[in-house]
């Protein structure tokens, strides 16, 4: 058998099956349920042919059993849609059975996968759409009419007529396929950005407006002023800067929010509308002026200039408007900061300066007045009227006036027309309130002035007096000097001196001067002198390269040493470490220049004994033997005899060692050989070896001469006993 012989062979099966399935079909009608089943299930084998699936659709329609008829449909289905011959047909049959209810559920999916492949299907679909209400059955037709990526006008024109029926989440999906496709005009984009559509739907518009740079003013208006939440607010606030702000509706949105929005996020993103995104135009600069004057919060207000001042140097009408609005009642605060901010320009604008002039003379506020000075200060004008202005400006009673006053003082040069004016500013520097800086600039110019008037040196007087900061100290004691140098002892103030020595130990001005204008105060002089030598101006002392004792002997050359510069010398010798003899020797000659002081009479033996190996013994004989004269051998020997120890002794030694031509030398050293258990010391043995040998004295004959009588010996018994 030929193969043309097997497919006519297996064709006439086909056929023989075809026509059998056929006559099954035809007996459908004609059987019982049981026998459809059967009849129905044997034909499906036959589906793939095109008359075998015309003749299934015809029962399906003629079917009044909803239930077989569904299994049928399910039959068909299950076969591919793709082969059923008449479509059109097929989805008529489909939306018909759409209204029965029980086989909705598998009649709706078969619909909308045809719809899929065959587009006239979604207009069956959409029609039942829109014949009920069930939110299901909506939900469903809904997802397979979104399905196709490419959707046709009358799929995009449904989609918008959807938009105000359908739930969030529908309207969601809606919405992004529309967006996506362009499909929604400027009042269709502006009803989805209100207050009330809920926050998904407004962020995904507002995204889509920001990459479109769409900007619907008016709903994003809306829902900067009514919008309960901060990120839509500030979105929408961003979104009207895209292409620039110049509309008064949207200026008065911005300003609501910069002044009433509870979130912070919120206002700083209007205020960064204002400072990049204001499009400036005379109506916009007319507006914002009315805004200005209006304003009830004066920090919005504040912070408004502030965004506007960037733009006055360029813009002459902004510049008028804010000129304009300094002639209306407005706070105190906005006109000065308007004053601040058009005195910028006037360095360059010399034009300007009048104006500040005038307003300087009508203002009646303090505040402005000094924001007004400090513009005109800004231009560093000179000359005679220019300085007596700036001086009438430093007896003003605000402390910020007479600050620019001050400026302006130090913008003057020093030249020889200008010193008077600067030195007239002098009383100022006595004025705490005046900034510190300033301060120390117009004190170290005044200071520079070769010869200040004698008003301008009592400041600084005063100044070195009651102020704690050590340049201003300084500069007032150059001052001070410098006039003492020109005009003599006149200028101390020794009253100033005496405090400067004896409370805050800052010798700085005083010396050489007081050596040269001692005898123009000498009593004065003394007590300032006396100060000084306290220990508390040791450091001062050093800086000013005097020492205490160049004090004591020019006191005691001119004055003579008195008992309180005894002491201290005296005290210096017992307890302070003097590094070196020669102050040693210094120290003695002021006590040997009062040698009547009581208290040498017991402290030079304490400095015998504690310092003995420090001072020179000759000049220490010198000075008690001024003062003891004929008593000094009974009193030098009461106090070696009174040293219990080594140490306290061998100084005694070496006095005499040194004195050795003193008469009663042989008797003290007896004398000192006699203390008990003193010449087992080694140190005390030593010293006296020395003594006697610069006396010319036999140390053994000493110590058998001191040595006490040996006891009588008993008499033993006898040989009579």
């Known amino acids: 058998m030929d193969l043309s012989q097997t497919i006519a062979t297996i064709r006439e099966r086909r056929n023989a099956g075809t026509e059998q399935a056929l006559l099954m079909l035809d007996m459908v009608p004609l059987s019982d349920t049981d026998n459809k089943y059967s009849l129905l299930s044997t034909a499906a084998h036959y589906l793939h042919d095109p008359a075998v699936i015309s003749k299934w659709m015809e029962l399906i329609a003629a079917e009044t059993d909803t239930q077989l008829k569904a299994d049928m449909l399910q039959r068909l289905a299950a076969t591919g849609l793709q082969q059923i011959p008449d479509k059109q047909g097929f989805a008529d049959l489909l939306a018909a059975s759409l209204q029965q209810d029980e086989s909705r559920d598998i009649i709706l999916p078969l619909l909308g996968r045809f719809s899929l492949t065959y587009?006239?299907?979604?207009?069956?679909?959409?029609?039942f759409y829109q014949q009920q209400h069930n939110a299901d059955v909506n939900r469903q037709i809904l997802s397979w009419l979104l399905i196709p990526v490419q959707a046709t006008e009358a799929d995009l024109a449904f989609y918008r007529s959807l938009l105000d029926s359908t739930d969030t989440d529908d309207k969601l999906l809606l919405l992004n396929r529309l967006l996506l496709r362009d499909q929604l005009g400027p009042e269709q984009i502006a009803q989805q950005l209100q207050p009330a559509t809920p926050d998904v739907i407004k962020e995904m518009v507002l995204r889509f407006c920001f990459d479109?740079?769409?900007?619907?003013?008016?709903?994003?208006?809306?829902?900067?002023?009514?919008?309960?939440?901060?990120q839509i607010r500030k979105w929408s606030i961003q979104l009207l800067a895209v292409h620039g702000v110049s509309h008064n509706d949207v200026l008065d949105t911005l300003l609501h929010a910069l002044r009433e929005d509870p979130d912070p996020a919120v206002r700083q993103a209007a205020m960064f509308v204002f400072a990049y995104s204001l499009t400036l135009t005379p109506t916009t600069i007319e507006h914002l002026a009315l805004c200005l004057q209006t304003?009830?919060?004066?920090?919005?207000?504040?912070?408004?200039?502030?965004?506007?001042?960037?733009?006055?140097?360029?813009?002459?009408?902004?510049?008028?408007?804010?000129?304009?609005?300094?002639?209306?009642?407005?706070?105190?605060?906005?006109?000065?900061?308007?004053?601040?901010?058009?005195?910028?320009?006037?360095?360059?604008?010399p034009a300007l300066l009048d104006k500040f002039m005038v307003a300087y003379e009508k203002e009646q506020h303090d505040a402005c007045k000094a924001i007004i000075l400090k513009a005109i200060t800004s231009a560093m004008n000179t000359g005679e009227s220019w300085n007596?202005?700036?001086?009438?400006?430093?007896?003003?009673?605000?402390?910020?006036?007479?600050?620019?006053?001050?400026?302006?003082?130090?913008?003057?040069?020093?030249?020889?027309d200008n010193i008077s004016t600067i030195a007239a500013a002098a009383p100022v520097l006595l004025h705490p309130e005046i900034p510190h800086q300033q301060r120390q600039?117009?004190?170290?110019?005044?200071?520079?002035?070769?010869?200040?008037?004698?008003?301008?040196?009592?400041?600084?007087?005063?100044?070195?007096?009651?102020?704690?900061?050590?340049e201003l100290q300084r500069l007032a004691t150059k001052?001070?000097?410098?006039?003492?140098?020109?005009?003599?002892?006149?200028?101390?103030?020794?009253?100033?001196?005496?405090?400067?020595?004896?409370?805050?130990?800052?010798?700085?001005?005083?010396?050489?001067?007081?050596?040269?204008?001692?005898d123009d105060n000498p009593q004065m002089a003394d007590k300032i002198l006396f100060a000084a030598i306290n220990p508390a101006n040791s450091n001062s002392l050093y800086q000013s390269s005097v020492t205490d004792i160049e004090i004591l002997n020019f006191l005691s050359m001119k004055t003579g040493i008195n008992d309180e510069m005894s002491r201290y010398a005296l005290n210096q010798l017992l307890h302070t470490d003097l590094g070196n003899e020669s102050k040693f020797k210094w120290y003695l000659l002021v006590l040997k220049s009062n040698p009547a002081n009581a208290e040498l009479r017991e402290g030079l033996w304490q400095l015998l004994e504690k310092r003995g190996r420090y001072i020179n013994?000759?000049?220490?004989?010198?000075?008690?033997?001024?003062?003891?004269?004929?008593?000094?051998?009974?009193?030098?020997?009461?106090?070696?005899?009174q040293q219990t120890t080594a140490a306290g002794a061998v100084p005694y030694l070496q006095y005499l060692e040194a004195n050795n031509t003193w008469e009663p030398m042989p008797v003290l050293l007896k004398a000192a050989a006699q203390l008990p258990g003193m010449l087992q010391d080694s140190s005390f043995k030593e010293a006296l070896q020395r003594t006697c040998r610069?006396?010319?004295?036999?140390?053994?004959?000493?110590?058998?001469?001191?040595?006490?009588?040996?006891?009588?010996?008993?008499?033993?018994?006898?040989?009579?006993?």
């Open 119 to 127: 587009p006239p299907a979604r207009e069956r679909l959409i029609a």
């Open 212 to 230: 479109r740079s769409a900007v619907p003013e008016a709903a994003l208006c809306t829902l900067v002023r009514s919008d309960k939440n901060p």
């Open 295 to 349: 304003e009830k919060h004066i920090q919005v207000a504040l912070q408004l200039l502030q965004l506007l001042a960037p733009y006055t140097e360029k813009n002459e009408a902004l510049t008028a408007a804010l000129w304009q609005l300094l002639d209306r009642d407005i706070a105190v605060d906005l006109a000065a900061a308007i004053y601040d901010i058009l005195g910028r320009q006037v360095p360059v604008k």
């Open 388 to 416: 007596r202005f700036y001086l009438r400006a430093l007896e003003a009673p605000s402390a910020a006036i007479r600050s620019w006053a001050v400026q302006a003082m130090l913008y003057i040069p020093l030249t020889p």
């Open 441 to 470: 600039l117009l004190a170290r110019k005044i200071s520079c002035i070769p010869q200040l008037p004698a008003t301008a040196v009592q400041v600084f007087s005063k100044l070195a007096d009651h102020s704690n900061d050590q």
């Open 479 to 518: 001052v001070q000097e410098k006039a003492i140098s020109h005009n003599g002892g006149a200028q101390i103030n020794w009253e100033q001196w005496l405090h400067k020595a004896d409370v805050t130990h800052d010798l700085d001005g005083i010396f050489p001067h007081i050596w040269l204008f001692y």
């Open 617 to 641: 013994m000759i000049q220490l004989d010198e000075l008690l033997r001024i003062i003891w004269k004929d008593q000094l051998e009974t009193v030098f020997r009461q106090h070696l005899l």
């Open 694 to 721: 610069a006396a010319g004295l036999d140390v053994d004959d000493l110590l058998r001469s001191a040595a006490p009588p040996a006891a009588p010996e008993a008499d033993g018994p006898g040989f009579a006993d």
